[in-house]
């Protein structure tokens, strides 16, 4: 994000609170633009440091049922909250099946997509 920062057409300014502290280009004002802060895209500060939330992340992939074998039965089971989760891993289920796995199906994807990203978080946290 840091470095992508350099390229947006706007000033971007890290929301206060525990995450990692990020360090964005100044960047001038553009004469007769609206140079007001909103708050585009932001889920406000940070609620703890990134282990405490890689822990909980972890702990509610952990929590979610297993995907069965139709998608759409599934998000039907899911919660607000556990869908929001899902949605999380769309991104590495979509590179899974770009990577080779297109022959097996989307639950099953989702399943590798979920054990691989708690995976992952145990390369950090223990």
Do not use: H
């Not at 000033?11 to 553009?30: D, T």
């Not at 939330?53 to 039965?73: A, D, V």
């Amino acid at each position: 994000l840091e470095k992508a920062s350099k390229y947006l057409d706007a000033q971007l300014i890290q929301a206060e609170g525990l995450g990692e502290n990020l360090v964005f280009p100044k960047k001038k004002a553009i004469i007769g633009r609206n140079n007001n802060i909103t708050p585009f895209f932001s889920a406000g500060s940070s609620a703890g440091n990134w282990q405490d939330f890689l822990k909980n992340y972890r702990t509610q992939l952990n929590n979610l049922p297993k995907p069965g074998t139709s998608l759409s039965e599934y998000f039907e089971i899911l919660n607000s909250d556990q869908k929001d989760i899902c949605t999380t891993l769309y991104p590495s289920a979509a590179a899974l099946r770009r990577s080779g796995m297109d022959r097996i199906n989307g639950a099953e994807i989702l399943n590798y997509a979920i054990e691989w990203t708690i995976g992952e978080i145990k390369n950090y946290i223990l």
